[in-house]
């Protein structure tokens, strides 16, 4: 049983779209993230929610809007897509927003911008 | 704020053989975690270990080994006798208590085993 699931895995669209990439967690977590790791493997975390609120929002373009229907679902929509958004996003979840918490991954989804 | 730093960019090591990687962060925090993960050529980001600011304590899993060291700030991991399945980018991250779950990413040193 996959832990943290993000769909799709790939992502290939033009510049101007909008599109969605959802998550879900199945560990009965309460805090979900998203990060954007880009071409040179550097990590940054772009939100996190707490049951359902959000918590972190580290000055993303406002292009980014994540939805959160309930704790266990944190989808990302991009809209007005632009070159710099290819990389791959990373959904991860912990059990509270604690210091102590070890986030747990899912497999990445890598959006390509043509 | 906080700051992680991986010096190493790349590392290129023959199978058999000890290699250390090196973690080095910065946090006003007290108390605070530390971690790393592995970043396999499959692309997926798996938890390796977690260490809390309070434990000195080095660890052992097998052939690997963690160093955490307050005084210079650093949280360096050792594999022992390399393999290729060893093969990965490896990232040391941060959270202290006053980040709200935020982890800060180290820039991850890429590891190759060479048969």
């Known amino acids: 049983d996959t832990a943290v699931s993000q769909t799709p895995k790939y992502l290939v669209t033009q510049m101007g779209n909008d599109k969605s990439i959802k998550c879900e967690q199945n560990l009965g977590h309460d805090t979900m993230y998203w990060y954007k790791q880009d071409s040179k493997k550097f990590l940054k975390i772009m939100f996190s929610y707490n049951n359902k609120e959000l918590i972190i929002n580290e000055t993303v373009p406002n292009r980014f809007s994540p939805k959160s229907p309930d704790k266990a679902h944190l989808n990302l929509h991009i809209n007005s897509l632009e070159l710099g958004d290819s990389a791959v996003y990373f959904c991860a979840s912990s059990q509270e927003t604690g210091v102590n918490q070890p986030q747990h991954f899912g497999d990445g989804t890598r959006l390509s911008i043509l | 704020a906080q700051k992680v730093t991986q010096a190493q960019t790349e590392i290129s090591v023959v199978e058999k053989e000890d290699v250390t990687l090196d973690c080095v962060y910065e946090t006003r925090d007290t108390t605070y975690y530390l971690f790393w993960y592995k970043q396999p050529p499959s692309g997926e980001l798996v938890f390796l270990i977690r260490?809390?600011?309070?434990?000195?304590q080095n660890e052992i899993s097998g052939r690997y080994s963690w160093n955490f060291q307050k005084s210079t700030s650093s949280f360096n991991f050792t594999i022992t006798a390399s393999q290729v399945v060893d093969s990965a980018v490896y990232f040391c991250a941060l959270i202290s208590s006053t980040s709200y779950g935020k982890l800060t990413f180290g820039q991850g040193t890429i590891l190759t085993v060479h048969p």
């Open positions: 260490r809390n600011s309070f434990d000195e």
